[in-house]
């Protein structure tokens, strides 16, 4: 069975704090990795590709644990404008769709 | 257009009518996906179309439930006898599978 779990928080940080969110996978047959971010009443939107060796975008930086089966996200110096759902989502091998974590929420207060 | 066209993106109908969904994906990309989303709940699958592959509609919640997607491109998903359970914000997503996949702005209906 193919799962992607998420903490739905909410996460509430303060203005500039660093936020970490986890996103574990039940099945080892993964092939890519990515985070998306989803705004109130929006859609979703790709935020980051996750990749092995891990990378990094600006104050966004993303980790691929394949032997513990997590992906993780990292914000640093938290804005505002940060506020939003973050979704993991897994594409597995094969045909088959991307399957999606049910969201963490994140709130950055002033 | 550039990004993936969803209409209407507003539905209001009364219980019992169908309905037709439609999006235009990104041109070029071969697969193509239908969620719903009920208000503040995470991104439910219903159908993935990949190439010309049978499509995955292990999600279709029920046989009042169905899509086509027509020359590889262009997709309806239609509800028929509709129910007030069906509202819900309905999306629509395209990918060069194995991809990172780009959302359309959704079709809000709203069953009364």
């Known amino acids: 069975r193919k799962e992607v779990e998420q903490d739905p928080g909410p996460f509430n940080v303060p203005e500039g704090a660093t936020v970490a969110f986890n996103c574990t996978y039940s099945?080892?047959?993964?092939?890519?990795f990515f985070w998306y971010r989803q705004d109130c009443r929006k859609e979703p939107k790709l935020l980051m590709s996750v990749y092995s060796s891990g990378n990094e975008d600006g104050r966004f930086t993303a980790q691929l644990n394949r032997a513990s089966q997590y992906i993780s996200l990292l914000i640093r110096d938290s804005k505002l404008s940060d506020s939003a759902t973050y979704l993991c989502?897994?594409?597995?091998?094969?045909?088959?769709?991307?399957?999606f974590g049910k969201g963490t929420r994140l709130s950055v207060i002033a | 257009g550039a990004g993936v066209s969803q209409s209407p993106s507003n539905k209001v109908t009364e219980k019992g009518k169908d309905v037709e969904l439609r999006c235009d994906p990104i041109s070029g990309h071969t697969a193509l996906y239908w969620y719903r989303q009920s208000l503040g709940q995470g991104l439910e699958f219903l159908i993935y179309?990949?190439?010309?592959?049978?499509?995955?509609k292990s999600g279709l919640p029920s046989d009042r439930f169905s899509a086509e997607r027509t020359g590889g491109s262009v997709s309806t998903l239609t509800i028929q006898r509709t129910q007030q359970e069906d509202s819900a914000v309905y999306l629509c997503a395209s990918s060069l599978n194995p991809a990172a996949a780009f959302f359309g702005q959704g079709t809000r209906l709203t069953v009364v």
């Open positions: 179309f990949q190439g010309n592959s049978a499509p995955d």
């Open positions: 099945n080892s047959a993964s092939q890519s």
């Open positions: 989502v897994v594409v597995y091998s094969g045909n088959t769709p991307l399957v």
